[in-house]
């Protein structure tokens, strides 16, 4: 197949399509909104900041050719998420896609982070996750279609540390995401989860979140990450391929070039990635010169 019949394939693949994405006010969320509006589907833009969300949710309704309407939610609240799917899929007929994209940085050295850390990096970006699939998953069974989109990270399929809260849940994203898929084909419901390598986003300029205990090394490592971070790959490049890779039904998809190639890399010599890895975050958090 050609590129110009890949990219027709995908594009129709979308039409029509009813979706809800978390998360979407910003970042990832917003870029996966607006490649979606663009192919002439109908998108939840759902966010903790319902005021950007909504915002958002207009400028892509007024210059795409699908609709776009903004929602406020916090995935934490299970309730509120099954309350939203049940909407969208009585307003709409049906529920085509679920991003479960909402989620959180949490970093620093281990030993700087308490259990509110760890609580919180859980409770967005894993039980986030599972309050997503809980409400949709029913709903696309009974359709008897549907596919769950799970963002993971690259720091769920190889050693992150100095990361390890954050890296701890997108593993786990990986292996719910991978688990259910082979459950859930049965009944004709599809799921992926896509690992993203660094990317261009505002999740590790906020910081860990303001309003928990401060951790000294995580600014020291933002700081000296600076260079790495103003070479990330575009959120808009990485929409595109999430949708190609979902339209193709891939179970995990990992982008850019380079995070394909660390994990691979990771698969065939997992020590030697791994003290790489730990040696060069090593300089990185404890303030020396990093390559």
């Avoid at 679920?98 to 509110?116: K, W």
Wanted: a positive charge.
């Amino acid at each position: 197949m050609d590129v110009g019949s890949a990219t027709m394939s995908v594009d129709t693949y979308f039409h029509g399509k009813v979706a809800l994405v978390t998360g979407a006010a910003s970042g990832i969320g917003k870029e996966l909104a607006s490649a979606l509006v663009r192919r002439d589907a109908t998108v939840v833009l759902a966010d903790i900041d319902d005021v950007a969300a909504k915002a958002a949710a207009d400028e892509l309704a007024a210059s795409a050719p699908g609709r776009a309407v903004g929602v406020g939610i916090d995935v934490r609240d299970a309730a509120g998420v099954a309350d939203l799917v049940r909407r969208v899929a009585a307003d709409h007929g049906r529920v085509d896609l679920l991003f479960n994209n909402a989620g959180i940085g949490m970093g620093g050295d281990a030993a700087e982070l308490g259990l509110e850390h760890w609580r919180r990096v859980i409770d967005i970006n894993l039980l986030g996750v599972l309050h997503g699939i809980l409400a949709a998953y029913p709903v696309m069974i009974a359709q008897g279609s549907g596919h769950i989109v799970n963002t993971a990270s690259l720091a769920g399929l190889v050693p992150s540390p100095f990361l390890t809260p954050y890296a701890t849940t997108k593993h786990a994203v990986v292996g719910l995401s991978t688990s259910l898929r082979t459950e859930a084909a049965a009944k004709g419901v599809r799921v992926s989860v896509v690992c993203p390598g660094v990317i261009a986003t505002p999740i590790w300029e906020k910081g860990n979140p303001a309003d928990l205990p401060e951790v000294p090394s995580v600014q020291r490592a933002l700081q000296r990450t600076e260079r790495l971070l103003r070479r990330a790959y575009p959120p808009a490049a990485l929409a595109n391929d999430v949708l190609a890779g979902v339209a193709r039904n891939r179970a995990i998809i990992v982008a850019p070039g380079h995070a394909r190639l660390a994990w691979r890399l990771y698969r065939l010599a997992p020590q030697l990635v791994a003290g790489r890895i730990g040696a060069l975050l090593g300089r990185v958090a404890g303030g020396g010169s990093a390559p």
